[in-house]
């Protein structure tokens, strides 16, 4: 028995991770951000790839059965690869799931006009991993993809709340809406946007919907646990939330407040 690992490039994750032990907090959970490495979002293919991969291979060392991939830009980039090819090899008993499958499925019930937009970061949007999930769920949406390549790091570098971001919380989001005016919902493809969405909310026209993913990530996991009960008995349940970065430990710790609600502790771990 183990918990559930939840990865991501740096910070983001930890809001899925919250939604996500606020609906399941019986289950233990180790984070794993890699900081030092983040942002992931203008890497290459291969390199995302390489990195996701060896950060699933600690969490199953530290005993992990199932890790949740809580980012976009390696769900897009690795998870299939790392699913269909290392996976059978490593050990097939375990699992790895990502977050846009679960992000892709909510829209079809929510678009009145079945015009949406994603935003999220250059490496998702090149990978058109929404286009073709939603593609295969709801072929009558129309997808429109807008790359935000500044806003993680705005947010990772604290200044998400600063007047300087609004300049460029507009800019993506009129970019969006001028390549298609019918757009009636928007996805919010990355893990970090929920901390930009007071001042997403702000420069968005009323009548848009905003979807933040944590939540339907959250339902989705706990859906699959119910489908799955030989996995759920897999799982350590005492309530204990532990967090590893690959960056300085006390950098972390102060993020986590922002990120995840609280203060955490966190232990400084080498990929
Ligand atoms: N949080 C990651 C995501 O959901 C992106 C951050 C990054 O660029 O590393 O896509």
Redesign the pocket.
């Known amino acids: 028995m183990g918990p559930i690992g939840i990865f ?3 910070y ?2 930890l809001t899925v991770l919250r939604q996500i032990r606020h609906l399941m907090p019986q289950y233990d959970y180790l984070y794993l951000g890699d900081n030092a490495r ?5 890497r290459s293919f291969e390199v995302v790839y390489q990195f996701t991969l060896q950060a699933v291979r600690r969490l199953f060392e530290l005993g992990c059965p199932l890790v949740i991939l ?7 980039k690795a998870l299939r690869n790392i699913q269909q090819r290392d996976l059978p090899q490593i050990d097939p008993s375990r699992r790895v799931l990502g ?1 846009i499958r679960p992000t892709a499925e909510c829209v079809g019930d929510i678009t009145h006009t079945r015009h949406i937009g994603i935003m ?2 250059p ?2 949007i090149r990978s058109q991993t929404y286009d073709i999930e939603i593609q295969k769920l709801h072929p009558d949406i129309h997808v429109t993809g807008q790359a935000c390549p500044l806003w ?1 790091p705005l947010i990772e570098n604290m200044e998400h709340l600063s007047p300087g971001a609004d300049y460029f919380v507009r800019k993506y989001i009129d970019q969006l809406l001028q390549r298609d005016p019918e757009i009636d919902t928007i996805i919010l ?5 929920p901390l930009l969405l007071e001042k997403i909310r702000r420069h968005t026209p009323t009548g848009i919907r905003l979807i933040s993913q944590g939540p339907y990530v959250a339902r989705s996991l706990q859906d699959y646990l119910s489908r799955h009960p030989d996995m759920a008995e897999r799982l350590s349940q005492n309530g204990v939330s532990n967090f590893l970065t690959t960056e300085q430990p006390q950098a972390f710790a102060e993020s986590t407040a922002t990120f995840l609600g609280e203060t955490v502790e966190a232990h400084n771990i080498t990929l």
């Open positions: 991501d490039s740096g983001g994750g983040a942002p992931y979002g203008t809580a980012c976009n830009t390696a769900s897009a977050v999220a970061t490496g998702t993680v493809g990355c893990t970090h946007y």
